[in-house]
């Protein structure tokens, strides 16, 4: 039944309608892409694993001469589940041409949202439409803070989205030297928005580290439906100034220090093996 309805669509022609004239002052024929009904930013579709989804794509050509445009789809492994009706076409003159499509979500596909773009293209020039796709089922917000490291001015870190909803994150950022805390940031929004399985790389700017410490640091992300994690790293900071003050046997003293401080902290005695190891930042 599924590809019945999937060959019935395929086969439908793109229905034309005369457009709007275009502007006078100008030879270039303009011309828009945009969800078919008109109205929408982009196209949004539901339905649970298994099932063919329909919906169509208009340009309209609103110059006075013809206009070849060829469609495709890009994003990933959900543009695959996308079939055009054709994947190019010819629009009239003050015209706007429907082109239709079908979304087939695979049996095995995973509840939560998925996304992909159409895309049209004339003479170079590009112009894409977003699909959204919620695949109804059970909901999932998972995340992971990944790879964390301090280097001079810059915490690096890596989110990964494990669920399978569309995540919008929070970060809260702390830092401990060995006898005071160095950094304290809330949680903010980040400026990012994390599809299922995305992994996106950032940094946190420091611009004030100590010149002489042993630092941890702690990076706790948060995300709408319960998503919850974090990720931490240490590392020694030597400037070049405070070890040419201090010498060989400050630098060494406070080494020492840090290590037994962690000993401590974590209840370990200073000569089990897998004490921890600390890194220079310069």
């Not at 695949?135 to 790879?147: F, K, N, Q, R």
């Not at 700017?205 to 974090?230: C, F, I, K, R």
């Not at 060494?252 to 089990?272: F, K, N, Q, S």
Request: charged share 20%; proline share 10%.
């Amino acid at each position: 039944m599924l590809a019945a309805a999937t060959a019935a669509l395929l086969c439908a022609l793109s229905t034309a309608v005369p457009a709007a004239p275009a502007p006078s002052g100008g030879s270039a024929a303009p011309w828009t892409a945009q969800p078919a009904a008109g109205g929408r930013p982009y196209v949004y579709l539901e339905g649970p694993p298994g099932t063919v989804l329909e919906d169509a794509l208009s340009v309209t050509n609103r110059g006075d001469r013809p206009l070849t445009v060829r469609l495709a789809t890009k994003e990933g492994r959900t543009a695959a589940w996308i079939a055009l009706a054709s994947d190019r076409l010819t629009v009239p003159p003050r015209t706007r041409a429907d082109i239709p499509f079908a979304v087939t979500v695979p049996t095995a596909a995973v509840p939560g949202d998925h996304s992909a773009a159409l895309v049209a293209t004339v003479a170079g020039r590009q112009s894409a439409v977003r699909v959204r796709l919620r695949i109804s089922g059970p909901s999932l917000a998972a995340l992971t803070v990944e790879d964390v490291r301090l280097d001079g001015e810059r915490i690096h870190y890596a989110l990964v989205n494990r669920g399978n909803t569309v995540l919008s994150p929070r970060l809260a950022v702390r830092a401990h030297g060995l006898t005071r805390q160095l950094l304290a940031r809330p949680a903010r929004p980040l400026p990012v928005t994390l599809p299922p399985g995305r992994r996106i790389e950032l940094t946190e700017p420091w611009p004030d580290p100590p010149g002489l410490d042993s630092v941890d640091v702690s990076l706790q992300a948060t995300a709408a439906g319960g998503a919850h994690a974090e990720g931490t790293a240490e590392a020694l900071y030597v400037s070049p100034g405070a070890a040419g003050a201090v010498g060989a046997l400050g630098l060494g003293i406070v080494a020492g220090g840090a290590a037994l401080w962690r000993v401590r902290r974590r209840g370990r005695h200073p000569y089990d093996d897998d004490t921890a190891t600390m890194g220079a930042v310069w």
